[in-house]
């Protein structure tokens, strides 16, 4: 089980210092190299591993080396070398030094066959090295290799997981089993996953058998970690994967055994009754006992506190924790000062920034933003350079952002500090950026937020949590804030402005090609504020050509071309809009238009003039029956002449048939012309663009 978080510093390679040097001026003189022997060094059992394909020479439970029993070369400097040899060398010395080294391989290598299942570990390795190279294996004999593998391992497994090189072999066993002989082998280790979640090897055992989500499994290797938790916290090893477990295994009420433990030994030693609710909400467990409150927060910060200070901060349950320790501080406490100088004060930002990216971590940031001074606000989110991109699409780190937006009152710093890194630096930048701020379906919310504030089109189903977040932020900004939010709004969107309607004049095809796209096109040419001429021209530009879906004979059936904007329900919604110059106002019961008005039903109409035809009996029927109803619309009275030449075309359209659709080369009318039918069908089996023009009439 990979884990996206940060490398701890804890879990660093050992570093091998540098030769001594003699504080007299002098440095120690080099040691005189064998003329064919290899350099002097020691084996360990493992030595040979490399010949069964293993790539490691470390064992959890290695031997030491073999005795070198060959005298080292006299100090001294290292003379020129004549005839293969060093001068002045006896020759007997090179040959003695190669005989030493074959028989220093031959001692490790006996000892390592006196080794307990010696046998049994080279086979398992030779099995291993076969099976790893899946498509070089026919099924059948990958069968039997699988079959000779369990055959080997069952009722001895624990002997064979502690092995770092036969570890590899268990767990392609595990890789190509059934769910029975899973289930065996996950019988056989318990007891045993609290020790092999320490081992550098054993521990993606336990990732492998709980990675089939199996529910038994998951309830044999789970509860082993009960009581255990502060110990494989700060473990090196077992951390990560006790971490793994906690964010994507465990279920609620075994996550909440697990942060229990956090609160101090005695939630550790004293398990819940049988019929007990399992909770991890420290206010109810302080509400039900208030004499524990010192104990157990003093007990939860020294834990959080340790992990940081080790720099070990990318733990969901980290995270977790510190905001059950965050909810329940008295505000203006030294406590709570206390815990934002911990926060603030973490070396790189490493903790704010791991913390985005976790549910809880993210509503902590948000809470401290809402909490803190303008000094506290102005340190976090100076934190986040260079990570604002990532938290855009971020399911948590977006909400940081949209927090930054409604309580940071300096809209100067937050617009030079935000907006450059999502919207991007330079033009090219802009609108790759763009492009993926108007189609990803949270990276949207960080732009078009400041458009349509908390409207459902923008905060589906999926996303209440973002709106009880939002509504717990702007409760605390009433006491923390001071400028108002709509002028702050206005702000943001009049330093987000130019580039955006940049974008929209420059690649309009690229972000009215999806529906997000043109809801966020929408926003912007209607909220924005700027010259909007050249992105409306722009957007009208889309909608040239023929609406009719080509009929090339060259064209590809498996990549045919995207279908023209007037065709799709994004495109004509898109339109109808912007021609009505602002949004349907329920309580108003009117269109509410945007000031100064954008007119774009005159730059819309000589663009598709020539096929108005087309699309007054298409799918995008309502966008012209917009132009006759829209107030500024110059050429009402052009338009109703055109119409009314085409009257039966509109006539035939509102009733539903298809008889004017033109037919292919062989008298038969192509697929694509009879879904384009289909798509005209209202519910009353007529196009009802159609009909209501046909009263326009």
Sequence with gaps: MASKHSTSAASAKRKVSSS????????????????????????????????????????????????????????????????????????????????????????????????????????????????????????????????????????????????????????????????????????????????????????????????????????????????????????????????????????????????????GPEFALFKPGKNAEVTADLSKILADHPSKRGPAMKYLFDMTNGLIQKKMTGFTMLHDAMLQYFLNLKSESEELKEFVETVKEDENGDLLKNMAFTRSGARLVCLLLANGTAKDRKQIIKTYKDTFQLMCGDPHGHMILLTAYDVIDDTVLTSKTIFPEILGKNEEKDIENIVFLANDLNARITVCYLFEGQSKSLFPASHAYDLELLAEIHEIRKKTSKKDADIRRKELVTAMSPPLLAAVATSPADLVATSFGCQFVTDVLLSATGDKKAALEAVASTAAGNPAPPQSEETDPLYPPPPHISLTPHGGKMFKTLIAGGRFDRAAGAVKRVDPPLNFADILYPVIKEYIVQWATGPSSFTVLGLLEAPDFSSKKELLKILRSDKKTLEAAAAGEAANRPETGNGKKSKQKAKGAQLDKGKSGGNQGAKLLLEKL
Excluded: C
């Excluded at 591993?49 to 080396?65: E, H, L, P, R, T």
């Excluded at 899973?182 to 020790?195: F, P, V, W």
């Excluded at 529910?215 to 090196?236: C, M, Q, S, T, W």
């Design 20 to 263: 001594d040097k003699h504080s007299d001026g002098g440095s120690r003189a080099k040691k005189a190299k064998t003329v064919t022997g290899p350099k002097h060094h020691r084996f360990d059992e493992e030595d040979d591993v490399a010949s069964d394909s293993d790539d490691n020479g470390f064992s959890d439970s290695a031997d030491q080396g073999a005795d070198d029993g060959v005298a080292r070369s006299n100090r001294g400097s290292v003379k020129p070398k004549e005839n293969g040899r060093t001068k002045g060398q006896p020759v007997d010395r090179a040959q003695s030094s190669r005989e030493a080294h074959a028989k220093q391989k031959q001692l490790a290598q006996e000892r390592k066959a006196a080794k307990p299942l010696a046998d049994e570990v080279h086979r398992t390795k030779k099995l291993w090295e076969k099976l790893r190279r899946k498509s070089h294996v026919p099924k059948e004999e990958r069968q039997q290799l699988v079959d000779e593998l369990y055959s080997i391992i069952t009722g001895r497994i624990k002997d064979f997981v502690l092995k770092h090189d036969a570890v590899r072999a268990v767990q392609t066993a595990i890789k190509y089993s059934t769910p029975a002989q899973r289930k065996q082998i996950a019988k056989e280790l318990q007891g045993t996953y609290a020790q092999l979640a320490e081992s550098r090897y054993a521990k993606f055992l336990i990732g492998k058998l709980l990675v089939q989500n199996d529910d038994e499994i998951r309830d044999l290797i789970v509860p082993e970690f009960y009581g255990k938790v502060r110990k494989l916290i700060n473990h090196a090893e077992a951390s990560w994967i006790l971490d793994d477990i906690y964010r994507g295994v465990a279920t609620k009420e075994q996550k909440a055994h697990m942060l229990r433990e956090w609160y």
